[in-house]
């Protein structure tokens, strides 16, 4: 069955330290592959979005990158800040088919 | 930011009432999805449509309904809500390039 695993279901590290979320799939072939951000009681929103024939994309202290062979992206955020507290979603879409989310990660940044 | 909007926010209701919650976006996308969302857990698509007067059901059974007369518009109706309905239902539209801009989600509540 087609499944999304986000790494633990919590994260906490400590502010100006690089968090690394995780999202693997199975029994998808993505086109192109998502991260969102969602604060508490907020809808989600758009952060990056990485296509099947990329590595990697940056923005700002962003970077994702999408292993279509290990059927995983890693999500970056470099010199984090308390600010950055959230839960981070990860999205595929498959060609022809609508978006899947995965449970998503809660992220900490602690001061 | 952007520009799509719910209403209301939040509602409390009894069980047996009607209604609707709304939904409109001013960038002209074609693509619009309801999903819904219970706290701290993943976003499932309960319906979808890819234009005017197009619209299906999504993997998550639901007994709502919905409608797109106007391309800004794609409202979602509850005939008769019941406690098991008491959720957050966020609403999305999609550029062209494939990023979904969600609104800030109606929570309802029916007792």
């Known amino acids: 069955s087609q499944k999304i695993e986000q790494n633990s279901e919590a994260l906490n590290i400590q502010e100006g330290k690089t968090a690394t979320l995780t999202c693997n799939y199975t029994?998808?072939?993505?086109?192109?592959l998502q991260w969102y951000r969602q604060d508490p009681g907020r809808g989600p929103v758009f952060l990056l979005l990485?296509?099947?024939?990329?590595k990697e994309k940056r923005k700002e202290r962003l970077k994702v990158t999408f292993d279509t062979t290990l059927k995983q992206s890693l999500f970056h955020i470099t010199a984090s800040q308390p600010a950055d507290s959230a839960t981070y979603l990860c999205?595929?879409?498959?060609?022809?088919?609508?978006?899947?989310f995965g449970p998503g990660t809660r992220l900490s940044v602690l001061p | 930011e952007a520009d799509i909007y719910q209403t209301p926010r939040y509602l409390v209701i009894g069980t047996g009432k009607k209604i609707t919650l709304e939904c409109s976006q001013t960038?002209?996308?074609?693509?619009m999805y309801w999903y819904q969302q219970d706290p701290g857990m993943e976003l499932h698509l309960i319906h979808y449509?890819?234009?005017?007067?197009?619209?299906e059901k999504g993997d998550l059974s639901s007994e709502s309904t919905v409608s797109r007369i106007r391309t800004e518009h794609f409202p979602l109706t509850l005939e008769s809500a019941r406690p098991s309905h008491t959720s957050q239902y966020l609403c999305?539209?999609?550029?062209?390039?494939?990023?979904?801009?969600f609104g800030e989600g109606s929570r309802l509540t029916v007792l």
């Open positions: 029994n998808y072939s993505p086109a192109y």
């Open positions: 960038m002209g996308h074609d693509k």
């Open positions: 990485i296509r099947e024939n990329e």
């Open positions: 449509s890819y234009g005017v007067n197009s619209t």
């Open positions: 999305a539209s999609m550029r062209g390039s494939g990023e979904l801009f």
């Open positions: 999205a595929l879409h498959n060609y022809g088919q609508n978006f899947v």
